[in-house]
Nanobody, 124 residues
Framework: QVQLVESGGGLVQAGGSLRLSCAAS????????MGWFRQAPGKEREFVAA????????NYADSVKGRFTISRDTAKNTVHLQMTSLKPEDTAVYYC?????????????????WGQGTQVTVSS
């Protein structure tokens, strides 16, 4: 069983930055590809970014490409999402997820384990 604990959410003004972290433990979390998803009020959960088990490769949604960076600290088994140039439309609950295997994926259904989510609010 893999446990995922997110942190780092909060309130920020448009144009600002935040860094989310996801600490993974248990099971095969150290060799699992991981991803970040988000869900805005009244919308479906959507893919944000993913990273392979060793820190690469990475993949990003078009809406965040060039603004967000996903990285992995393999020694601490922690995944980070550095978010810059934040926009009000980035406001959502952000979820960390892990899947079986080392290959990254963008589909929500490919991920087995989910964190509890952390709120990110970007004010205009």
């Amino acid at each position: 069983q893999v446990q995922l604990v997110e942190s780092g959410g909060g309130l920020v003004q448009a144009g600002g930055s935040l860094r989310l972290s996801c600490a993974a433990s248990g099971g095969t979390s150290s060799t699992s590809a991981m991803g970040w998803f988000r869900q805005a009020p009244g919308k479906e959960r959507e893919f944000v970014a993913a990273v392979g088990w060793s820190g690469g490769p990475t993949n990003y949604a078009d809406s965040v490409k060039g603004r967000f960076t996903i990285s992995r600290d393999t020694a601490k088994n922690t995944v980070h999402l550095q978010m810059t140039s934040l926009k009000p439309e980035d406001t959502a609950v952000y979820y960390c997820a892990a899947r079986y295997g080392t290959m990254i994926a963008t589909r929500e259904s490919a991920y087995i384990y989910w964190g509890q989510g952390t709120q990110v609010t970007v004010s205009s």
